[in-house]
């Protein structure tokens, strides 16, 4: 099995660790790098594998590098240092000076073993509702992972925008390498982003949970909302840790209130139809040398947190208002389906907690 096999600082929890760092799998594939979460931290492991001559290596040798941060945003500008070293660890095993010299330099204050940190509370790259932090997440991600998201799922991504804006526990299963479905999870928090003061102190966090393996499910058992990743099969027949899964380009809920979220309405073409709309206006004025400080990430990002402040000061509007009534207009000022999107509205209500009288009704058979 994964052992650790050399760490810093020494006396520091590090218990699953080794099934985090190497994702299940990863024995088929030449090279990784891997997302995960660790207690109060964030870490970021890049793996590789070398044909060796060994019989005790089974002809292979396999090892991950990785770093634990407090926080998620600064852990992409070590990928190239931790790619280095995995390689330097593969052709040199137990040559640690660089790490050591690393770590030296970096070194901050980590969490106690009581999860309590002791020096202020270590900034979540992920904004939850109630707090906007779009600068911090700039530097999260490398470019390109946003336009790679559009164009696998397609119009999906509403689809997950909804799960997302809801809450919900998801996991999106793939086969190594995992890396790119790290960034997957980042790109569907993305989604879920609000700018607006003061909204929903009770909602759950969406946590960013990368990525996932058998040893976390007592784990995510507690959990009530989560978006993470795996390349094990097995969490597909454990129906009772997520809401939705996603299997490459399909998205499926056993929950059968949520099976209506996953058809594809007028509004939904509509918004992704304006998307691709203002990523070729993008394209087309970077071409000509108009505009090169936007780029594609700011444009998909801030394309969901209007779309999503939209909504919410809709439905705080309606709330503070004499009767309380959301009609049919008030959905599409939102840019919602008044039909489509009802089952959605209900729960977005409950979910954040909202009181208004949602009097759309459904469409009559004739």
Avoid at 121 to 137: A, D, F, K, N, T
Avoid at 230 to 254: A, G, P, S, W
Avoid at 307 to 321: D, K, Y
Avoid at 328 to 340: C, E, I, T, V, Y
Wanted: charged share 20%; with cysteine; aromatic share 12%.
């Amino acid at each position: 099995g994964n052992m650790v096999e050399w760490c810093l600082p020494q006396d520091i929890d590090l218990e699953g660790v080794e099934f985090k760092s190497m994702a299940s799998g990863s024995h088929k594939i030449q090279s990784d790098f891997i997302y995960f979460r660790k207690g109060l931290c964030f870490g970021l492991a890049c793996f590789a594998n070398m044909p060796v001559e060994s019989e005790l290596e089974r002809g292979a040798r396999m090892k991950s590098v990785g770093i634990l941060s407090p926080s998620y945003t600064l852990l992409y500008r070590y990928m190239h240092f931790l790619e280095n070293q995995v390689r330097h660890q593969l052709e040199m095993p137990g040559h640690y000076s660089h790490l050591e010299a690393f770590y030296d330099d970096k070194k901050g204050v980590l969490p106690d073993s009581k999860g309590t940190p002791s020096f202020q509370q270590p900034v979540h790259w992920l904004p939850s509702i109630h707090r906007y932090m779009y600068p911090e997440m700039k530097i999260t991600h490398p470019a390109g992972c946003m336009s790679q998201f559009i164009k696998f799922f397609g119009e999906q991504i509403l689809v997950l925008w909804k799960f997302a804006l809801l809450r919900k526990r998801i996991l999106i299963f793939s086969p190594p390498p995992v890396g790119v479905v790290c960034y997957r999870v980042y790109c569907c928090c993305c989604l879920a982003n609000v700018s607006l003061p003061g909204l929903g102190g009770t909602v759950p966090e969406s946590k960013p949970f990368f990525y996932v393996n058998v040893a976390d499910i007592e784990m995510l058992e507690t959990e009530v909302s989560y978006v993470a990743c795996t390349t094990e099969k097995i969490f597909e027949q454990k129906r009772d840790l997520y809401d939705v899964y996603v299997d490459n380009q399909n998205v499926k809920t056993h929950h059968e209130h949520l099976q209506p979220l996953l058809k594809i309405n007028n509004a939904d073409k509509e918004k992704y139809r304006r998307l691709n709309d203002q990523r070729q206006m993008l394209m087309y004025s970077q071409e000509v040398g108009e505009d090169c400080s936007s780029c594609e990430e700011d444009l998909f990002i801030l394309f969901f947190m209007e779309q999503n402040n939209r909504i919410f000061q809709t439905l705080m509007e309606v709330s503070a208002s004499q009767d309380k009534t959301l009609t049919a207009d008030h959905a599409r000022g939102m840019g919602l389906d008044p039909q489509g999107d009802r089952s959605f509205l209900m729960d977005l209500l409950e979910v954040y907690g909202i009181d208004v009288m949602l009097v759309i009704d459904n469409p009559c058979c004739t």
